[in-house]
């Protein structure tokens, strides 16, 4: 079971950057994926971005597309998320999640395709 722990929650100003990390620990299976998600008070969460552990293949939703950017460290089981361009809107408690089998695709990210699970950080943009 892969252990997750996120970090780099904050509070910033519409159009500053943040950047988050998914440090992944454990050794009973090597995680083929890591995705991130976010849910805000009284809505669900949804798929943000994706990226494989074998050839880097990212997935991003239509709403971040241009402003984040997933990227990997497979030696120390680090995962990137640097948010720019920041928005009101992309105010949620941001999860990463892990798997064991399954693959970033163009098609969609959703929480059922994720085993393991981090605790959140919370990424708050207000003026």
């Known amino acids: 079971q892969v252990q997750l722990v996120e970090s780099g929650g904050g509070l910033v100003q519409p159009g500053e950057s943040l950047r988050l990390s998914c440090a992944a620990s454990?050794?009973?299976?090597?995680?083929?994926?890591i995705g991130w998600f976010r849910q805000a008070p009284g809505k669900e969460r949804e798929g943000v971005s994706c990226i494989s552990r074998s050839d880097g293949h990212t997935y991003y939703a239509a709403s971040v597309k241009g402003r984040f950017t997933i990227a990997r460290d497979n030696v120390k089981n680090l995962v990137y998320l640097q948010m720019n361009s920041l928005k009101p809107e992309d105010t949620a408690v941001y999860y990463c999640?892990?798997?064991?089998?399954?693959?970033?695709?163009?098609?969609?990210?959703?929480?059922?395709?994720?085993?393991?699970w981090g605790q959140g950080t919370q990424v708050t943009v207000s003026s």
């Open positions: 999640a892990a798997d064991s089998d399954y693959y970033c695709s163009d098609d969609g990210l959703w929480e059922t395709d994720f085993t393991s």
């Open positions: 454990g050794f009973s299976y090597d995680y083929s994926a």
